[in-house]
């Protein structure tokens, strides 16, 4: 399919450095648009040709309304200038795509970790488990730097709070000792893993975000057991 115009509707600024932009999707092209959750969006502006196509994942649930959601952290160069964009702005964009989608059966178990930025595919996945609740247990473990980068980590605390099927566990590197985060500190290790995973042979694992970080994810899920056929990875960066 070709590029298509859309144009950006509301930001909202999740953190610091991260802010999510609302994309309106033409109503010819909603039916192209429609995704399943953890695949993105490639975008590129057309008043800088020159900048080329970054990808995007979609942090919104598919809800049908011709919209759809990404968040951008001001990083890098197309990163910053994405960050930059408001309502009003028009993109061109690719229809979605992507392999990073659920494929559990329902009797897995589903276990999501996500480092810095790469937590936004996590969004639209917990947004559908919601609508269509697993028999099983899902467990989401984020990872960042600092507590006030910490994207959508309310929402997941109110999922958590909402769904007996859902444990919800962030986890910040570098906090300073006199920092008020009261929550865990230190990287996601094979403990916290452990922990997560009840059974390596009935468990589907995603990691997202870095690729140091998603690499490490799968090499500690392997020890753990995990098949690797039960790995799925998105990596940027
Ligand atoms: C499938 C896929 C999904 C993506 N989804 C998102 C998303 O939801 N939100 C998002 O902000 N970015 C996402 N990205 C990254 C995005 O495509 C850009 O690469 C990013 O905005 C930085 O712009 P740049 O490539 O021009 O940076 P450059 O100036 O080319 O790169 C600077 C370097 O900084 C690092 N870096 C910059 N931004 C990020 C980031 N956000 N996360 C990790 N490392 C980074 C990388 O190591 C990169 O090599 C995704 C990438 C892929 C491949
Ligand atoms: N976040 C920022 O403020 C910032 C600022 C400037 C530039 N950058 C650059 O932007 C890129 C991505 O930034 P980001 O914020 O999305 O991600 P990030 O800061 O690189 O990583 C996000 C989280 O993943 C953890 N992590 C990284 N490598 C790991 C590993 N091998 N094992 C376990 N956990 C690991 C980090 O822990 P640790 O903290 O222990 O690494 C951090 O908690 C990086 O290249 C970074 O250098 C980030």
Not at 7 to 12: F, L, S, Y
Not at 63 to 91: A, I
Not at 109 to 116: K, R, S, T
């Amino acid at each position: 399919m070709d590029w298509i115009e859309i144009e950006i509707g509301e930001v909202v600024q999740e953190t610091p450095i991260d802010r999510r932009f609302v994309l309106r999707i033409p109503a010819a092209h909603a039916a192209d648009f429609a995704f399943e959750p953890g695949q993105f969006v490639t975008v590129r502006d057309p008043a800088h040709p020159d900048s080329g196509q970054r990808a995007y994942s979609i942090c919104s649930a598919p809800n049908g309304t011709g919209t759809l959601d990404v968040t951008v952290r001001d990083m890098g160069n197309f990163g910053h200038e994405f960050y930059g964009y408001e309502t009003g702005t028009k993109l061109l964009a690719k229809a979605p795509q992507g392999r990073f989608v659920l494929a559990n059966a329902p009797d897995d178990d589903i276990v999501m970790v996500g480092g810095g930025s790469g937590i936004t595919p996590f969004r639209s996945y917990v947004g559908h488990l919601r609508s269509n609740p697993p028999e099983t247990r899902v467990w989401l473990l984020q990872s960042s730097r600092t507590a006030d980068q910490f994207i959508f980590r309310g929402e997941f605390e109110e999922a958590a709070d909402a769904c007996d099927w859902f444990t919800y566990v962030p986890t910040v590197t570098r906090a300073e000792d006199d920092d008020p985060w009261t929550g865990r500190r230190g990287r996601i290790d094979e403990a916290l893993l452990r922990g997560a995973i009840r059974d390596p042979e009935k468990t589907v694992f995603h990691a997202c975000g870095p690729g140091v970080f998603v690499k490490e994810m799968l090499a500690t899920a392997a020890a753990i057991g995990v098949p690797k056929e039960r790995c799925k990875k998105e990596q940027w960066g």
